[in-house]
């Protein structure tokens, strides 16, 4: 018994190390690729700036869009400015949470490796596999090419799949925490980008639908359902605030999903970008990264 539970200590010790590696591997190279430049990389780098600025100066961004991301750069950059002018103290911000927060995406990857380990018994050999699992998230290309343009939509992605996460053990557990995480989680990812409300949409909505089939999880698939709607609905609630446009746009996807599909002559085709981060015509591409 006791050198049974000295392992399982110290595996989650390991995990831990492991954890801690991969984040500052991730951290390291997002780093150097945006400290290494003066400037915001990308052609859409300066948007941040922006709606950063007019955040400092008159509480609201600048142009219409989901808020989270802009107000936690204007936050940075407040703290920032006690020590560096005010320029320098954007651009420190912009790029400071363009390097750490993308990362945080391996702690919800961490944690279903963690959860499926566990269900599997095999919770005392995971250091390697987290290692692994983990570099890959940090280090894949998708994720790197992100940086400076892609900002919103790789700081959404850590709470949207912590949502997806507490959802899955919400519904399989039926753990009130777990709900409760869900609906923060949730409330964090609709309010920073639109894509990600639409990707976290579609794999619960193919999860819950699967975990129907299962007789003993019907009647928890119906409580996360409404525990889903709740969580989007307060983030979407607040989305309306800074961007009616945007939040109608989705609404009209959800009400009409050929519109996503349809040619030139759609109404969705001819709402006009409402950001420089935002241009193209409107597609099914555009609804997952919200371009």
Not at 179 to 208: M, Q, R
Not at 267 to 279: E, F, I, L, T, W
Request: aromatic share 10%; with cysteine; proline share 5%.
């Amino acid at each position: 018994m006791g050198i049974s539970h000295f392992r399982n200590r110290q595996a989650q010790w390991l995990d831990l190390v492991a954890l801690v590696i991969v984040c500052c591997a991730g951290w390291t190279l997002r780093g150097m690729l945006l400290f290494g430049d003066d400037l915001i990389p990308g052609l859409n780098g300066a948007y941040y700036l922006v709606q950063a600025r007019a955040i400092l100066r008159s509480g609201l961004p600048g142009i219409p869009d989901f808020p989270l991301l802009f107000y936690l750069h204007a936050a940075w950059a407040g703290l920032m400015s006690f020590v560096l002018p005010r320029d320098q103290a954007l651009i420190a911000a912009v790029k400071l949470t363009d390097t750490v927060v993308p990362v945080l995406l391996v702690i919800p990857v961490f944690m279903f490796v963690r959860s499926f380990a566990r269900e599997h018994k095999v919770a005392n050999n995971t250091f390697i596999a987290t290692i692994t699992i983990g570099l890959i998230t940090v280090l894949n290309s998708s994720l790197l090419r992100m940086l400076g343009d892609f900002q919103k939509n790789a700081a959404g992605l850590p709470a949207g799949l912590l949502m997806i996460y507490f959802i899955y053990r919400a519904t399989k557990y039926n753990r009130r925490h777990s709900y409760s995480l869900a609906v923060l989680f949730g409330v964090v990812s609709s309010i920073t980008h639109i894509g990600v409300i639409a990707l976290c949409a579609t794999v619960i909505i193919l999860f819950l639908v699967s975990s129907y089939f299962i007789k003993t999880l019907r009647k928890r698939v119906l409580i996360t359902a409404i525990v889903v709607f709740f969580a989007f609905g307060i983030g979407l609630s607040i989305d309306l605030i800074f961007d009616q446009e945007r939040v109608e746009r989705l609404a009209g996807v959800v009400t009409s999903p050929s519109s996503i599909v349809r040619g030139p002559d759609s109404d969705m085709q001819r709402v006009p970008a409402p950001s420089p981060a935002g241009h193209g015509t409107p597609s099914f591409p555009d609804v997952i990264l919200g371009l």
